[in-house]
């Protein structure tokens, strides 16, 4: 079993910057992901980190601006979130994946195994 609780979100100025965080509890040394949600929006991935904290992968839309990190014990996962947008707007989502490699996960939701309860983040104009 995994437990997530992410904590961080709040409302913030287009080109401002926020970090989420992330609490895992349980069996933690699988992939992790950030996703994000919108209402009547399908869930879209963010980022993801393997549990080998090497490999990485984005969205394009985030590339450059949001960094997916996890901290050396390994118990928090971290999105540095810069040069904000309104489009980054929504309800962000930790994910974990019950594998070491997230493959595909980024874009295919339907591959995470356990999933936080969200934290908002509203990007004003």
């Known amino acids: 079993q995994v437990h997530l609780v992410e904590s961080g979100g709040g409302p913030v100025q287009t080109g401002g910057s926020l970090r989420l965080s992330c609490a895992a509890s349980?069996?933690?040394?699988?992939?992790m992901a950030w996703f994000r949600q919108n209402p009547g929006k399908e869930r879209e991935g963010v980022a993801t980190?393997?549990?080998?904290?090497?490999?990485?992968n984005y969205a394009d839309s985030v590339k450059g601006r949001f960094t997916i990190s996890k901290d050396i014990a390994k118990t928090t996962l971290y999105l540095q979130m810069n040069s904000l947008k309104p489009e980054d707007s929504g309800t962000y989502y930790c994910?974990?994946?019950?594998?070491?490699?997230?493959?595909?996960?980024?874009?295919?939701?339907?591959?995470?195994?356990?999933w936080g309860q969200g934290t908002q983040v509203t990007v004003s104009s």
């Open positions: 994910a974990a994946r019950t594998s070491r490699s997230c493959g595909d996960v980024l874009t295919d939701p339907g591959k995470v195994g356990y």
């Open positions: 349980g069996y933690i040394y699988y992939c």
């Open positions: 980190i393997d549990s080998s904290l090497i490999d990485t």
